[in-house]
């Protein structure tokens, strides 16, 4: 069974406006991790949390992790119609990485 | 670098024939995996490898066989196929066990 679900499944926001997605998984995590995915195109790698940590930042994305609630949420700032794809949480275990269903950002001019 | 590349991008198949997807990886990552993706579903893991000579079995195995000869390669190979195995096919590499993947552009297959 998969590991991460993403919450919610499509979200629609007007350009500028911040996008919040949620991600909530089942086991023990040594890492949890956050991907794009251009429609028609591999999925590319955002930002990596490990387990110690609470919070991260890379440009217009803040990433939160909760061990005890076992869930993340990835805010994007500012959006732009470029941000306009879907997003996934995996999360990883000694050896695989499992996927969550994703979420689909339309983000409107 | 080429990074991770995979082919054919797209391919038609009859119900029962075999056929490889390709994989390979110039980046010298010691993990690789095979993930298939289906509308509403994210991605699910077939099949992985942490380095030449070892693979193992992923959430949806059954129907696939991989092989890891070399670091570089890891194909995917489809038996017999099913109409259930039409999907979008995505190959991934990692450096450590624990580090980001890189993935390919995808292998559109359907199983007529």
């Known amino acids: 069974s998969q590991q991460g679900e993403e919450d919610p499944q499509a979200l629609s926001i007007q350009e500028g406006e911040n996008a919040t997605m949620n991600c909530s998984y089942k086991?023990?995590?040594?890492?949890l991790q956050w991907y794009r995915q251009n429609s028609g195109r591999g999925l590319v790698h955002l930002i990596l949390?490990?387990?110690?940590?609470r919070e991260k930042h890379s440009g217009r994305l803040r990433v939160t992790l909760d061990t005890s609630k076992k869930s993340s949420s990835l805010l994007i700032t500012a959006s732009r119609a470029a941000d306009t794809a879907s997003y996934f949480c995996?999360?990883?275990?000694?050896?695989?990485?499992?996927f969550g269903a994703g979420t689909r950002l339309t983000v409107k001019p | 670098n080429a990074g991770v590349t995979q082919t054919p991008k797209f391919q038609v198949l009859k119900t029962g024939q075999s056929m490889t997807l390709q994989c390979a990886q110039d980046?010298?990552?010691?993990?690789m995996s095979w993930y298939r993706q289906d509308p509403g579903m994210g991605l699910r893991l077939i099949h992985y490898?942490?380095?030449?000579?070892?693979?193992d079995q992923g959430e949806v195995p059954n129907g696939y066989n991989v092989s890891r000869s070399t670091t570089e390669d890891f194909p995917l190979r489809l038996l017999s196929a099913a109409p259930s195995q039409t999907s979008v096919y995505f190959c991934?590499?990692?450096?450590?066990?624990?580090?980001?993947?890189?993935f390919g552009e995808g292998s559109r297959l359907t199983v007529l």
């Open positions: 490898s942490v380095g030449a000579g070892i693979t």
């Open positions: 086991t023990s995590i040594n890492n």
């Open positions: 991934a590499s990692r450096f450590h066990w624990a580090g980001e993947l890189f």
């Open positions: 980046m010298n990552h010691e993990y």
């Open positions: 949390i490990r387990s110690n940590e």
């Open positions: 995996a999360t990883g275990g000694n050896n695989d990485m499992r």
